[in-house]
């Protein structure tokens, strides 16, 4: 499956840099009080997990929800949730799930497994245009479900023999499903009597995702948000392991850029950051190393071509654009230490999968101007004219679409403009493909292969560059047929050739989590996917 996007910044930090005037600061009132202080990088466009599509709600809303399973704080172990056990049949195609009697909403109903298949099936309703809604289609009939070729919801392989017992049927053997259900998000339940009391059941988000409304079933409550403020969520009484949730309260912060959320930091308004100004690695190396965190992620930032648009229906005009960016040069000007260059779609090593990206990846200026001119466009000259998306208008956004822009005048002599979008706008304008090119990136939610390249499928509803390939499609589909590893890496390697080829997008850079983190927040665990498992996360005092 795939994590959410990941979106550069834009937000506020107004709330607490007014706040900077306190004799005892946020951050030691919190030690006290169990109150985690967090940046969260962007403001949510709602709560509402079934449609949610950013990586950073995502982390707010792993307060709020939890599914059948979830991840512990090592990224990789793999832990009951909402289900106290599982049994898979020899074959690998149903999964049993044994929902814990004791599993209560944040207003004490019961949770039971018609809520699982009641939101399963929210996720493929074709009226609420889940992004996400593809990590369903393992399930026997899912896709053809979601995609109106399978009237009857009860063909669709989720099952709820009884209350406490929750099936799955799987189309072929998936070792990554219990991966699937454990990302953030589209699988969780929902409340769905709360839900269509706000009429919300078959639209995105709605009123049942605010304070004194949102019933959720996860270890908080959502108890105020002030947009473009804060979002503070409190301890959930009625969560089943509630005992092990040692934090009273977490409060994320919406940042406007990354040099604002260090400040911040350095003022004693954060426990942790998102992320650190590539500027500020150096002095937290010298003066402050215990505070610096810098780990591997499985993030990819990327150029988004969207192939219905001239000049990019030219496969040619698209690998020129990537032929002409020298990642290397991008990463040292603009990341440093928090990037590395990205010629593949996989991130190396992903899942233990290696690939070497043939020579349409890397750099080649002249190249580049050699295919530009074949596709008619010598120099730029007649070249439409291009407009370059943005989310954010600061930091390394606006670092990153600088280097770019002056990469393509110096390599191809072409002007590009840019287009800052504010974060619920660019997630409008994903949607509904109404760009030319986007600085885009996808945060992996699965350490698998899998994950990234899904998105250049013509079925997944992420793939916001409107490209279709059969012989891609195809390749995907044997991937996942595969019964051995040999089997499916040589689809993964045929997948990678087709996107080097045809270039619907153009990887720029893998990223490295670089943030900054009290000495006072126990029990946290960088890992690759950015997995938090709240019960595990303390606060402590500190000389």
């Known amino acids: ?96 799930f044994h ?40 399930i026997v009939g899912a896709q053809d479900f979601l995609e109106g070729r399978l009237k ?87 969560y089943w392991d509630a005992a092990h949730v040692r934090l009273q309260e977490v409060r994320f912060y919406p940042v406007e850029d990354e040099n604002a959320e260090e400040r911040a930091f350095r003022a004693g308004q954060l426990h942790v950051t ?29 150029l988004t071509f969207n192939v219905t648009r001239p000049p990019f229906t030219d496969p040619r005009v698209r690998r020129a654009f990537s032929l002409a960016i020298n990642r290397g040069q991008l990463v040292k000007a603009t ?25 349409e990846a890397g750099f080649d200026p002249a190249e580049a101007r050699r295919l530009l001119a074949e596709a008619g466009f010598p120099g730029g000259v007649g070249l439409p004219p291009v407009e370059f998306t943005l989310n954010g208008n600061a930091g390394v956004t606006l670092l990153l679409a600088s280097a770019l822009q002056a990469m393509w005048v110096q390599n191809l002599g072409v002007h590009v403009s840019v287009l800052p979008c504010e974060f619920k706008v660019y997630l409008s304008i994903c949607r509904e493909k109404q760009f030319t090119l986007l600085l885009d990136g996808w ?18 509803p992420n793939n916001d560059s409107a490209w279709s390939n059969r012989d891609y499609d195809a390749a995907f589909a044997r991937s996942d047929a595969a019964l051995l590893p040999a089997e499916r890496n040589a689809a993964f390697d045929a997948m990678n050739a087709i996107l080097a080829r045809e270039m619907p997008y153009a990887p720029l850079y893998a990223a490295n989590q670089g943030f900054l983190l009290r000495s006072s927040v126990r029990g946290w665990r960088s890992n690759r996917l950015r997995a938090i498992d709240w019960r595990q996360l303390w606060l402590e005092s500190t000389p």
């Open 335 to 359: 990341l440093g230490k928090l990037g590395q260059p990205a010629e593949s779609f996989v991130i190396p090593g992903t899942g233990g999968y290696s690939f070497t990206p043939p020579k």
């Open 274 to 302: 998102y992320r650190l100004p590539q500027s500020k690695v150096a002095t937290y190396e010298r003066e402050h190393p215990a505070e610096l965190q810098i780990a591997p992620d499985l993030r990819l930032a990327y």
């Open 1 to 96: 499956m795939r994590s959410s996007r990941l979106l550069l910044p834009f937000s506020a930090l107004a709330l607490l840099l007014g706040s900077c005037a306190r004799h005892e600061t946020a951050v030691e009132s919190g030690n006290r009080d169990q109150v985690l202080h967090l940046g969260n990088r962007d403001e949510p466009a709602d709560l509402d997990p079934h449609p949610n599509n950013s990586g950073t709600t995502g982390i707010l809303l792993s307060s709020l929800f939890e599914g059948l399973v979830t991840r512990a704080n090592d990224g990789v172990t793999i832990l009951p949730g909402v289900a106290e056990r599982w049994d898979i049949s020899p074959d690998g195609l149903t999964y049993t």
């Open 443 to 460: 945060g992996y939610g699965l350490d698998d292969p899998r994950d990234p390249l899904e998105l250049a499928t013509t079925s997944d």
């Open 99 to 138: 929902l814990r009697a004791d599993a209560k909403w944040s207003n004490g109903d019961p949770v039971t497994a018609q809520d699982f298949r009641d939101s399963f099936l929210r996720v493929l309703d074709p009226a609420l245009g889940c992004e996400q809604s593809n990590v369903a289609f393992p």
């Open 152 to 238: 009857d919801p009860a063909a669709v392989g989720v099952r709820a023999p009884d209350a406490h017992t929750f099936i799955t049927v799987l189309r072929h053997p998936a070792p990554y499903w219990l991966g699937i259900l454990a990302y953030n998000g589209p699988l969780w339940p929902v409340h769905r009597r709360s839900v269509e009391a706000a009429g919300g059941w078959h639209q995105r988000g709605g009123a049942w995702t605010r304070p004194g409304q949102l019933i959720g079933n996860g270890p908080f409550v959502l108890a105020e948000w002030r947009p473009n403020s804060f979002i503070r969520v409190v301890r959930n009484p009625h």
